[in-house]
């Protein structure tokens, strides 16, 4: 019905653009336009204000900067000086007025207009603190662009240019400010109203604290995917006023509205002083707080949590920690039983203080997000934090399967179990089997997370805390009924044999962090954890061969540093990605379009077993030569031979070339030129620099 209502209404605006375009009976009603400057000289360090003054013929108006509907609002390009900035439009406050046509009349829409000379738009400018300028004369040009609309819509614009003396102190234009002074009468107001924008559901409402009175209330949304409604009104809610909004997803001829994560704009309302036009500054968009559960429908919830975090235990993630703290209760057996209650407690600690740190963050970002887009696990979005798991389970794989061996204090394995630093280890080994339960968690608890992720604070963390007594609940129970370690398998060499095939478990959760953090930097970038991961690993082996008390001092010493070296060395490689050339797939069809269109093209033909070519990668392609090929509009082909591909095998032998790495660039009429097989960025600077030029702006 919308396209059917667009296509009919379709004349009328190929009428308000033709009438435009050749004149005809629309040119005798024209805007009137000038760019006005407040002052008569400027001054260095100083700000001054300057403004596009619109008169429009009778009947005619321009619009806000959300108009309302598809018309286009004012918009001015600066061009200025060096050094000198812009700040934003400067908006008066429009009325609000009947659009050239209505689609509902059940539910009209309005919009936001200037008419006659109330288009004052005021922006200001800021000089460089440079005195040199001192005693110049500076020129400011703009060109503006603007709609009006009467029965019919036309397109205006016009381009100005400013020409001011620089002086020691900036002196106001007396000829300009009476107009500057009843434009900034116009604009709304700062006030101490505070303001909420609170989504229920697909509902917006617009909530004002600190009014004691509101009638003939009206709110002026600055983004379209606020409907201006023809009424609207404030009603009372405990303290606050409210006023409800309509959203929209489309304008009527089917142009998707701009997602806002913030509202902002103009209040106009009255009270018993007389009428007020406020701001209502960038706001962000909160969820309703959800109601709280009742008991009957929040046991099932904590219960669903307690269960998940019992089948945590059997994960993937998770059970090569809990295997080897199985261990330690197997190494209690006829111990003191008061210190396996502690190992046991220390151990739940761990899990709740980590369940608490995690819930909390996630706490802190489902508010700031408004409770939206944000769920359990999300933390693995961050590459840094996946780079830092994947790396711990890696480092922990390599000493359960033997490369090294350190204190319970670090891992929590294995070790004197009775000692403080065995305390701190079943502590650590609690709170390290929260942080790697994350990635397996999802698919098994969305639904008791997805519940849980909505609550009211309290029900949100006592949620959180039972599934954390779930995770932990199996050990605290051995800890505290000890008896029941006598069921577990006796001291034995098997434990060295479980502990090794624990470590597989470990290797394959950091291949799947790997996977994972892959899927978070650009493919290209993959061979830099892989190497990190052998750098690591190699620090690993240097440590556990060198750096035992066999050796001298000095020996452990050495090896230590030289571990702790590669280690970093890796683990900073890992995690070093930068952004490369963006490369299209090549095909000679390709290649002979763009070089038809008259643009440079840079072809290379490589693939992922080619080490050379991957060093190449590495090492030519900077940051500065990336912007060059930018600068110069060089076209940038891959052609992968990673599988047997015959049209690469075809152009290579039709180069002369039998092993790649072969770079090749094509200029328009010009031969290609074959670049040397390892690149350097200084050879491919010169050559970009030499073969094409910057393009011409058209």
Known sequence: MRTLIFLLLLPFFAHAQFDSLIGGEGEAEKSQSVLVSEVKTVAPGKTFAVALAMTHPEGWHSYYRNPGGIEDSPTITWKLPKGFTAGDMQWPVPHVSEPPFQMDDTNPEKAYTYSKDEAFFITEITVPADTSLIGTTITISADAKWQICKETCKNEKASFTISLPVAAESALDPAQQAAFAKARAGHPKKSDLTFQVIKNGAALSLHISGAKQMEKAHFIADQNMIAPLAAMSARAEGGDFVIDLKTRKELFNGVATEPAKSLSGILRYTDASGEHVVTVPATAITKAPAPPLPFAKFLPVLFGMFLGGLILNLMPCVFPVIGIKILGFVQQSGQDKRKI???GLAFTAGVLISFWALSGILFAARQ????????????????????????????????????????????????????????????????LATIVATPCSGPFLGAAIGAAIVLPPIQFFTAFTVMALGLAFPYLLMSMFPKLVDYLPRPGAWMETFKQGMSFLLFATAGYLLWVYTGLIELDNMLNPILGLA??????????????????KPVRVYATMVALLFAIGGIYYAGSIKKGVEWETWSQERVEELLEEGKPVYVDFTAKWCLTCQV???????????????????????ADKTKPDP?????????????????????????????PEVLTSGYLLDLFRKETQVPEEK
């Open 341 to 343: 209650i502690l190992h």
């Open 368 to 431: 700031a997000a408004g409770g939206e887009e944000f769920g359990w696990g999300y933390q693995l979005q961050n590459p840094f934090v996946v780079l830092g798991l994947m790396m711990l389970m890696f480092i922990m794989a390599m000493n359960l399967f033997g490369v090294f061996e350190m204190g319970t204090s670090a891992t929590g394995v294995g070790g004197n179990l009775q000692s403080k630093q065995g305390l701190e280890g079943s502590f650590f080994s609690g709170f």
């Open 535 to 552: 750098a690591v690993g190699l620090a690993c082996w240097i440590y556990g061969r060198w750096n035992t008390y066999a050796q001298p």
């Open 616 to 638: 190449n990668k590495r090492n030519a392609y900077s940051e500065e030569v990336i912007q060059l090929m930018k600068e110069r509009g060089i076209v940038a082909l891959k």
């Open 647 to 675: 049209k690469i095998e075809a152009k290579l032998e039709e180069l002369d070339r039998t092993a790649i790495p072969v770079n090749v660039l094509y200029v328009p009429d010009k031969d290609p030129i074959i670049t």
